[in-house]
C-alpha cells in the first residue's frame, strides 16, 4: 500500500511538468563531503541538510548572515499567554505533486522525526520545546510548548516539511530512492547515488521566482586537490569548502572568484569521561588500564592545554580559522568575549598529568574523519603531535566521514575529532545535542556521545529558554557555557572560516553557516 501511494503521489507530479518554464542553465557543484542520506529527518548532518533544502522546506529558515525569515510560514507570532507560537502558512505553497501544504503535514512532521529507524543523531533536538501541534486555521499551525518559548522560531529551521501521507508511511529508503522526496522547494529530485551524485530539476510546482538554473547535479569530490581541479577544468562552476593552502593560487586564476564568510562551525574534541574502559585508551603497551584516566577533569585539562590553537590556526589552517575556547565564536551570537582559548602550556600539562597520578603517560587512539572538515586530518595529526610532547602516546584512525558517524554513534571510541555547526544566534542548538544529559523523550543529548552530565548545565539552559527577557538570556548562556568548559568534556579546537569559489560569471553569497545552496548562486550581470 505505501508503495502504491508513493507512486501515485509522483505521477500526480506529471502534468505539472508539461508548464511553461523559463529556458535556464545547467549548473554542477562540487561537495566536499557526501549527504547521508536523502530523508530529510535521518540525521542532524550539514552535509545532508543543504542538499535536501533544495527539494524540502522548513517553516522558517535563516539568511547568509543567520537571520531567521520566512519560508513555508510567511509570519509567525508567539500565543499572549506564551503558549506557543502560531505559524502562518503561505497559501500558494505546493508540494511538487501539486497539493497544497497544510498544517496537518507539519504535524504530521514533527511526529515522524523521534521514530525514523537507525537515526545517528535525532531531529529531536530543534523541536524539543514542543508539546503537541495544533491546526488552528486553514494555514495556520500552532505549535504548543512545554512552556514560554522564546527561541522556537529560531530553533526550527532544520525541520523541513513534507507530505503527512509520506510522513506517516515512507522510509529512508523510500527518500533514498526518490518514492518519496516530495518537497515543496525549488527543485525535485531526479537522481540520488549515495556517496557520488545528486541530481535536481526545477520544481514546476513553486510558488516563486524560477532559479537561473534548470539542472544542477551535485557531485562529491573528496579530495581537496581533485575539487579545485575540477573548478579550474571547467567540469564544475562551484566548489565548496576551498583548502586554505590553495586560496591564494586561486586568486589570481581570471577564470575564478573566492567568496568568503566567517564560520559558525566548530571543530572539537569529544572525551570519553563516563566509562571505566574507554575505548582505544590504554596503558604504554596497549594493555588495558584498571581505570579511565578521560574521568579525571586534572587529565582532560592537560590534555586541553597540551594543544597549541594558535600553532593550529596559523600553520596548518593557514590563518582561516580563529582558536576556540567555547561552542561558538567570539562576535558571533551572545559568545562570551571572556571566554578565551586555552593558552598552550606543556609544562603545566605535564603537571597536571603528574598530580593526577598519570605521570608516565598512557595511551590513546584519537579517532576522526578524513574528509569532512578543512585540512581534517592534518589536524589530528598535530593534536597527536602535542600530546606525544607531554608523555602521552597516541595512534591517529584518520577515516572516511561515512564509517566515522556511524561508529561515533555507536560510542565506538574514547577520544574523537568532529564538528558541530549552529547557525542560531542563542545557543540552544549547541546546548540541547551536546551539553545536556542525554533524554530521549526531551530531545536532549542527541549527539552527546559520551553522556556528559551537568545538572547546573540543564537548570541554566531550561531557565534560558524559557525566558523572555533577552539580557536575562545572554547571562544564562554564557554562564552555562563557562561552567561547561570548565568541565572540559569537549575541547573547543577552532571556528572555520567558509571559502566557496565559482568560475566567473557566477556569483556567490558566502554563508555563516557554511551551506552551499544554488539559490546562494546567481549569474553575474
Given at each position: 500500500m505505501?508503495y ?6 509522483l ?12 529556458a535556464?542553465r545547467?549548473v ?5 563531503a557526501?549527504?547521508?542520506?536523502f ?24 539568511d547568509?548572515?543567520s ?9 509567525w ?7 506557543g507560537?502560531d505559524?502562518?502558512?503561505n497559501?500558494a ?10 498544517p ?17 543523531g535525532r ?5 524539543n520545546?514542543i508539546r503537541?501541534?495544533?491546526v488552528a ?18 530553533d526550527?529551521?532544520p525541520?523541513m ?5 509520506i ?24 537522481q540520488y ?6 541530481v ?5 510546482a513553486?510558488?516563486g ?5 534548470s ?6 569530490i ?15 562552476q562551484l566548489?565548496e569548502?576551498?583548502?586554505p593552502r ?5 586568486e ?5 572568484a ?6 559558525t562551525r ?7 569521561l563516563?566509562?571505566?574502559v574507554?575505548p582505544g585508551?590504554t596503558d ?6 584498571d ?7 586534572r587529565?582532560?585539562r592537560?590534555?586541553?592545554i ?11 589552517m ?7 575556547g567555547?561552542?561558538?565564536a567570539?562576535g ?17 600539562a605535564?603537571?597536571l ?9 598512557f595511551?590513546?587512539?584519537l579517532?576522526?574523519?578524513n ?22 602516546r ?7 566521514s ?9 560510542r565506538?571510541y574514547?577520544v ?6 549552529s ?14 544529559t ?6 536532549w ?6 553522556l556528559y ?8 539552559y531550561?531557565?534560558?529558554?524559557a ?20 568541565d572540559?568534556?569537549y ?26 545552496l ?8
Amino acid at each position: 500500500m505505501r508503495y502504491r501511494l508513493l507512486a501515485a503521489a509522483l505521477a500526480a507530479a506529471l502534468p505539472f511538468a508539461a508548464s511553461a518554464q523559463p529556458a535556464g542553465r545547467e549548473v554542477t557543484v562540487a561537495l566536499g563531503a557526501p549527504p547521508a542520506s536523502f530523508d530529510p529527518h535521518f540525521f542532524t548532518h550539514s552535509p545532508s541538510f543543504m542538499v535536501q533544502l533544495h527539494v524540502f522546506e522548513p517553516l522558517v529558515w535563516r539568511d547568509e548572515t543567520s537571520r531567521t525569515i520566512p519560508a513555508l510560514a510567511e509570519r509567525w507570532e508567539i500565543l499572549l499567554d506564551g503558549s506557543g507560537w502560531d505559524f502562518h502558512l503561505n497559501p500558494a505553497a505546493r508540494f511538487s505533486d501539486g497539493t497544497p501544504v497544510t498544517p496537518a503535514d507539519v504535524a504530521a512532521t514533527i511526529a515522524r522525526l523521534p521514530d525514523v529507524p537507525n537515526s545517528p543523531g535525532r531531529l529531536t533536538i530543534y523541536t524539543n520545546q514542543i508539546r503537541a501541534v495544533e491546526v488552528a486555521g486553514p494555514h495556520t499551525v500552532r505549535l504548543l510548548t512545554r512552556g514560554p518559548s522564546p527561541l522556537l522560531p529560531q530553533d526550527i529551521p532544520p525541520v523541513m516539511i513534507i507530505p503527512e501521507r509520506i510522513a506517516r508511511e515512507a522510509t529512508t529508503q523510500d527518500f533514498n530512492a526518490g518514492r518519496a522526496a516530495v518537497g515543496s522547494g525549488r527543485f525535485r529530485l531526479v537522481q540520488y547515488t549515495q556517496g557520488e551524485r545528486i541530481v535536481l530539476e526545477r520544481n514546476p510546482a513553486w510558488r516563486g521566482e524560477p532559479s537561473p538554473f534548470s539542472r544542477v547535479t551535485f557531485r562529491v569530490i573528496a579530495n581537496d586537490s581533485a575539487r579545485v581541479a575540477a573548478l579550474r577544468a571547467g567540469d564544475v562552476q562551484l566548489i565548496e569548502i576551498v583548502p586554505p593552502r590553495d586560496v591564494a593560487q586561486l586568486e589570481r586564476d581570471s577564470n575564478v572568484a573566492i567568496w568568503r564568510a566567517p564560520g559558525t562551525r566548530l571543530i572539537y574534541l569529544a572525551l570519553d569521561l563516563t566509562r571505566d574502559v574507554a575505548p582505544g585508551v590504554t596503558d604504554l603497551e596497549g594493555r588495558p588500564l584498571d581505570r579511565n584516566p578521560l574521568k579525571d577533569q586534572r587529565v582532560r585539562r592537560a590534555l586541553s592545554i597540551a594543544i597549541d590553537r594558535e600553532a593550529i590556526a596559523r600553520n596548518i589552517m593557514e590563518g582561516q580559522a580563529a582558536p576556540a575556547g567555547q561552542m561558538q565564536a567570539i562576535g558571533l551570537g551572545v559568545a562570551d568575549p571572556e571566554l578565551r582559548p586555552d593558552s598552550y602550556d606543556p609544562a603545566r600539562a605535564r603537571a597536571l598529568l603528574a598530580e593526577a597520578g598519570w605521570s608516565g603517560g598512557f595511551r590513546i587512539s584519537l579517532a576522526g574523519p578524513n574528509d569532512r572538515y578543512v585540512n581534517d586530518e592534518r589536524v589530528l595529526q598535530a593534536i597527536a603531535q602535542f600530546w606525544e610532547r607531554i608523555g602521552v602516546r597516541v595512534r591517529v584512525d584518520a577515516i572516511p566521514s561515512n564509517v566515522f558517524f556511524p561508529r561515533s554513534a555507536q560510542r565506538s571510541y574514547g577520544v574523537s575529532m568532529t564538528g558541530w555547526q549552529s547557525s542560531s544566534y542563542e545557543p540552544s542548538n549547541i546546548f540541547a545535542p551536546l551539553l545536556l544529559t542525554p533524554n530521549r523523550d526531551r530531545g536532549w543529548g542527541t549527539v552527546n556521545r559520551h553522556l556528559y552530565s551537568n545538572p547546573r548545565v540543564d537548570a541554566l539552559y531550561e531557565r534560558a529558554v524559557a525566558s523572555m527577557d533577552g539580557e536575562e538570556r545572554v547571562g544564562l548562556w554564557r554562564e552555562g557555557m563557562r561552567v561547561a568548559m570548565a568541565d572540559a568534556a569537549y575541547l573547543p579546537i577552532h571556528h572555520q572560516m567558509n571559502i566557496w569559489a565559482t568560475r566567473r560569471g557566477l556569483t556567490y553569497a558566502p554563508r555563516s553557516d557554511e551551506y552551499t545552496l544554488v539559490t546562494s548562486l546567481g549569474v553575474a550581470p
